[in-house]
């Protein structure tokens, strides 16, 4: 069992940054890949970005690729979302999630065991 737990949301002016961190606790963090994804009141959860057990592989949608990036510290069982130059459009609720079972960085919801319990961004226009 992993527990996670988002941190870093808030409200923002379009073109600010913000850094997002997902604690994990329970199982050995560094076998897991690691994901954020992110729900729009109306809309489906997508998936943002996602990174390898290691930190050498990463995966981004292609909504935020060049403005985000994700990274990881093992020693310290956290994950971090880096997202620089906002829109309107990046508010939402963002999750982070373990994936137990593979390498590579996916970005399929349903191969995701744990999930936290989310962290809101809002970004003003």
């Known amino acids: 069992q992993v527990h996670l737990v988002e941190s870093g949301g808030g409200l923002v002016q379009a073109g600010g940054s913000l850094r997002l961190s997902c604690a994990a606790s329970g199982r050995t963090f560094s076998n897991y890949v690691m994901g954020w994804f992110r729900q729009a009141p109306g809309k489906e959860r997508e998936f943002v970005a996602a990174i390898s057990w290691g930190g050498g592989t990463t995966n981004y949608a292609d909504s935020v690729k060049g403005r985000f990036t994700i990274s990881r510290d093992n020693a310290k069982n956290t994950v971090y979302l880096q997202m620089n130059s906002l829109k309107p459009e990046d508010t939402a609720v963002y999750y982070c999630?373990?994936?137990?079972?593979?390498?590579?960085?996916?970005?399929?919801?349903?191969?995701?065991?744990?999930w936290g319990q989310g962290t809101q961004v809002t970004v003003s226009s």
């Open positions: 999630a373990a994936d137990s079972t593979r390498f590579r960085p996916t970005m399929n919801i349903p191969y995701y065991d744990y």
